[in-house]
C-alpha cells in the first residue's frame, strides 16, 4: 500500500468521507488512491476557493470534517480565503495538499514555493508527511488536530514521493472517544448569574450557544434573569424561526453596536468572543463593550456552550423559556423587505439558509424571524466569496433537505464557479442574487467618509452595473437553470419553483 | 496631505500608473486618494486574481510595474496565485495591499492574519507602511524593489492608520538611473564560445534573451557556431513569427526534453535558468541536462541578456543571423492543428498572443511558427488561471494592439471574471477557449501511470464536461460577445470579426 493509499484509508478509517478537490498532476496518486480504497467520496470543484468553502460549510452541517484535496502551493492559496473563514468559524477541515516530491523541492521548479508558511496562516496545524514518516500516524494527527480542542484547519502536506511510495504499515489508534465536556466551575456560574441579574446585563451567545439545547438554556437563563440575548454579528450555525428562542444580532455597524451595548453593565460570553468593530474609524474605539461593562467568559467559543449553559440554567432554577421565544405574532422591526417577505412566506422547516446578503442581511434576517425553523449560517471570517461554496458544503452534508443562499452580486462574482458543482451534483440549492449593481457596503463607507461627490477612481471602483452582469446567463453557462425576478411574487413563484425542483436554481433578484 | 495621498503621489511619481484594484473597507482612502492625486488610472477587477494576473502581463508589456489594491489578508490570498506566476516571470509588481489600523490588528477583528507572512511567499521585498514612517520613501523603495535588480513583486502593506493620517513630508528622490548594464567578462565569453562550437552545443535562451536584439544575437552566434537555440519551455515575452530568429523549445514533458538534450556536450545559458522537469517521477531525474555536460552562465535570468549576446556575437564576429530566420517556406513540423492554422492566417503583425492552451499549446505553436510577426506571452509558474488576466493587463499595456487569448477550459474557469474587465475596459482582447471537456494534462498523466480503466474518483476530477460549460453565455454574462466555432473556417471568420470589432470578443473552440 503506497502513501496515497494510507492516507485515504486512515481518512475514512477515522470517519472522513467526503474529498473536495481541485487536482493537479502531484496529486494523481491520491486520485487513484480513492479509487483501491473505498469510502472517501471524490466532488470536484473548478476553483480551489469552492472546494475550501464548501469544507467549511459541510463541517458546520455534518459536525465533522471533509478533506479538500488541492494543488501545491498555488492550489492552496487559491482556496485560502476560505479557509481563513473556515478557521474564523471553528469549523474542522482536513486540508491535504500535494507537494513536489523531496528531492525535486531543491530544484526550485515553476511550481515551487513555501507551503507550509501559506498553511500557517489559517491553521491549527501544519506538518509534512515525509517519505518513509508514520503516514497513517501523521494523517490520525492532522484529523485529530483539526477536530479540536480548538477545531480549525489542519493542513497534511504529502510530498509527490510520499504517495507513490510504499508506506510502513502500523496499525493506527481507533479514534479516540470526545473528552468529557467541561462544565464551569460553581464560582463561575455564580459570577454569570450575579452579573445577568443586574438590570441590562446582555447574556451574549455565540457558536454553539445560538442552536439546540444551549439556545434552549439560554432562553430560560434570560426569562429567569431578565438578561437580554444578544447574538455574535454572525455565528456558524444559528438555530431561527417560528417557536425558536429569539436572539437579537448585534449591529455589524461599530457605531450602532457601541449604541447598543451602552450602559450595559456586564457582559456574560457564552460560546462568544468578546466583541470588537470589524475595521477601526479614527474616531471610535475598537472594543464594543462599555468601559466598566464586566465580561464574564461562561464558555469559551470552542467550548462546550451548552453544558456551560444547562449548569448555568439549573443552578438558576429557570425552567421556562416561554417569554423569549419567536412568535407569529411578533413581526420583527424593520421586517419590510420584499425578498425578506418573499423568502419568509417559501421557507420550510430545517431547510438552510446560507447568508451572505450583506447590506441586505439584516432587512432580510428581520423579515423571516417569524419563517418556519431553519438553520442560518454566516461568513465568519470577513471574506466574501464564502456564500455559494459553503452552501454547496452544507448541502453535501444535509441529506436532500432544502439550501438557499442569499449573496450580493458583488461576492458572488468571487467563486460564482460554485454552480458548476452544484449542477454536477444536483444539489438542492436555491442561489439569490441580490443585484444592486455595486459594492454597496463601500458606497456606504465612501458616504461616512463624506467623499462626495465620488471621484473617477472611487466610482469606478464602487459600482459593478458597467457593464451589468447578467447571473442567469452565467448560471445556465454553468448548468444551472435560472431566474430574473423584480418583485416579491416573481421571487415567490421562483423560489416555489425551486424547492419543488429539488435541484439547483438561481434567482437574479435585481433591486 | 495623508498617508494614502503620499503612496498615491509617490507611485505617480516614480512612474506608475495603473491601479489594478479589488478594495474594500481598509482601502477607502486610498480610492479617495486617487480623486485627490491625479495620474494613477483605477481599473477594478471582480476577483483579486485578475488585479494581479493584469499586473504581471502588464509589466511584460510595458516594462514597468502597475500596481494592485488588495484588501486585507485574503484579498492578497486571493490574488496571491498569479503573484505567484508574476514573481516566477520576473515581473515587476508594486503591490499594496490594505491592513487593519495597528492598534486594531491586537483585537483580532474577523479579518485579521498574517498579510506579511503571505506576502513573503512571493516576494522580493515587503514591508508595511507604519503610521509616522517616512511614507514616501516606503512606497518609493517598495517600487524600487519590484524593479530590481532581481525584478518581482514587492508588497507594501498599508495599515487604515498609516492611509488616513497626515503624513510628514519629506521629499522624494527623482527615480534613480537604470545601472549600466554588466557585460560578461572575457573569460566567460570564451568559454561561452568555445562551449558553442562544440557539435551538438546549444545556446538556451530565456527571459530577456528570446526577444529584440537579443534574440537577433542569438541568432548570428547559432549561424556562426553551429549551436542550436532552444528556449525555456515558458518565457515571460517571445517574439516569432515570420523573418524572426527561430528558437526551438524544450519540451514541457521531462521525458521528450531529456530526449532533447541528450548528448548535448555543453549547454550555453543566455538568461535562462538550467532546466528543471516539471514535476519529478519515480523513474526520471528532475535536472534535465545530462551528466557531463557543462554549464556555462553568459547571463542570468535577471540580467541583461542583450548585452551579453551582443558582447558574444562581437567576440564571434557573427554577423548575419541569415541561415536562422524562420521564412514562409518553412512549415514547422506538426503543425497540422486546425486551430492553429485558422489562427496562422489571422495574426496580425505586432498582436501579442496569450498562451495557456497547455496541451494544444504546441501543435499550435507549430502552425504559428511562420505567421506574421508576434509576442507570445506564457504562463512562467505554473499555476492555471493566468491567461485571461494576463491578457487583460497586457491589453491595458499594448495601445490598442490586439491581444489574442488561448486557454483550455479548465484553466479558463479560475479566472474567467476577466473578462469583465475586458468589457468595462472595452479592451481588444479575443479569448480563445479551447474546450476538450477534461483536464486534459491529467488524462495524460493517468494513461502515464497506467490507472486504467479509470475508477470513479479519477473520472469524477479529470472530466469537466458534465454539465456542459457553455462560456459563450459566461462570457455574455458579463459584457463580452461570444461564439462557438467548430471548424477552422468558423474559426477564422470570428476571429476576423473580432479583430474589426477593437473590443473583446470570446470564441468556444470544440474539439
Known amino acids: 500500500m503506497n502513501g496515497a493509499e494510507t492516507v485515504v484509508r486512515t481518512l475514512v478509517s477515522q470517519g472522513v468521507d467526503l474529498c473536495l478537490a481541485n487536482p493537479g498532476t502531484s496529486e494523481m496518486h491520491f486520485l487513484a488512491a480513492m479509487d483501491t480504497q473505498p469510502g472517501l467520496r471524490a466532488v470536484l470543484a473548478l476553483h480551489e476557493n469552492v472546494a475550501t468553502g464548501a469544507a467549511d460549510g459541510f463541517a458546520r452541517i455534518a459536525g465533522r470534517p471533509a478533506s479538500t484535496l488541492l494543488h501545491l502551493g498555488p492550489g492552496l492559496a487559491n482556496g485560502l480565503s476560505n479557509l481563513h473563514n473556515a478557521s474564523r468559524a471553528l469549523s474542522p477541515v482536513v486540508n491535504i495538499v500535494g507537494d513536489h516530491a523531496v528531492a525535486h523541492r531543491r530544484l526550485d521548479a515553476p511550481l515551487t514555493s513555501d507551503i507550509e508558511a501559506l498553511a500557517r496562516t489559517v491553521g491549527v496545524a501544519t506538518r509534512t508527511a515525509l517519505p518513509g514518516a508514520d503516514i497513517a500516524a501523521e494523517t490520525a494527527s492532522t484529523i485529530a488536530q483539526a477536530r479540536g480542542p480548538v477545531p480549525g484547519v489542519a493542513t497534511l502536506l504529502l510530498p509527490a514521493d510520499t504517495a507513490w511510495s510504499e508506506a510502513t504499515e502500523r496499525p493506527v489508534a481507533a479514534r479516540a472517544a470526545e473528552p468529557p465536556s467541561a462544565v464551569p466551575d460553581a464560582a463561575t456560574l455564580d459570577a454569570a448569574a450575579a452579573a445577568l441579574r443586574q438590570p441590562g446585563a446582555v447574556l451574549f451567545l455565540g ?125 420583527a422591526p424593520g421586517g419590510d423587505s420584499w425578498i425578506g417577505q418573499a423568502l419568509a412566506s417559501s421557507l420550510v422547516e430545517g431547510c438552510i439558509v446560507v447568508d451572505e446578503a450583506l447590506t441586505h442581511a439584516v432587512a432580510i434576517a428581520a423579515a423571516t424571524a417569524s419563517a418556519p425553523p431553519h438553520l442560518c449560517l454566516q461568513n465568519m471570517g470577513g471574506s466574501i466569496g464564502y456564500g455559494a461554496p459553503a452552501a454547496t458544503g452544507a448541502a453535501l452534508a444535509a441529506g436532500g433537505r432544502p439550501v438557499i443562499t442569499l449573496i450580493g452580486d458583488g461576492s458572488a462574482m468571487y467563486t460564482i464557479q460554485a454552480l458548476w458543482t452544484q449542477a454536477r451534483e444536483r444539489l438542492p440549492v436555491i442561489t439569490l442574487i441580490i443585484a444592486n449593481r455595486a459594492y454597496r457596503i463601500l458606497e456606504l463607507e465612501a458616504a461616512r467618509m463624506q467623499v462626495h461627490p465620488p471621484g473617477p477612481a472611487m466610482q469606478a471602483a464602487l459600482h459593478i452595473g458597467a457593464p ?39 434567482i437574479q433578484v435585481d433591486v
Do not use: K, Y
Request: hydrophobic fraction near 50%.
Open 207 to 331: 457558536f454553539g450557544a445560538v442552536r439546540g439545547e444551549a439556545l434552549e438554556a439560554a432562553g430560560r437563563i434570560a426569562a429567569a434573569t431578565g438578561a437580554a440575548l444578544v447574538g455574535q454579528t454572525t455565528n456558524p450555525v444559528l438555530e431561527r424561526g417560528l417557536g425558536r428562542v429569539c436572539v437579537e444580532r448585534l449591529p455589524f455597524a461599530a457605531d450602532a453596536a457601541l449604541r447598543r451595548l451602552c450602559g450595559v453593565p456586564a457582559l456574560v460570553l457564552a460560546g462568544a468572543r468578546a466583541p470588537v468593530a470589524f475595521f477601526a474609524r479614527p474616531d471610535q474605539p475598537g472594543r464594543l463593550w462599555p468601559p466598566g461593562c464586566a465580561l464574564v467568559e461562561l464558555a469559551a467559543p470552542h467550548a462546550d456552550a451548552q453544558a456551560a449553559l444547562l449548569a448555568l440554567a439549573d443552578r438558576l432554577g429557570a425552567h421556562s423559556a416561554a417569554g423569549v421565544r419567536r412568535h407569529q405574532a411578533e413581526p
Open 468 to 506: 451589468d452582469l447578467n447571473f442567469v446567463q452565467l448560471a445556465e453557462g454553468m448548468g444551472v437553470p435560472g431566474r430574473r425576478v423584480h418583485n416579491a411574487a416573481q421571487l415567490a413563484a421562483a423560489l416555489a419553483e425551486g424547492l419543488r425542483a429539488r435541484g439547483p436554481l438561481l
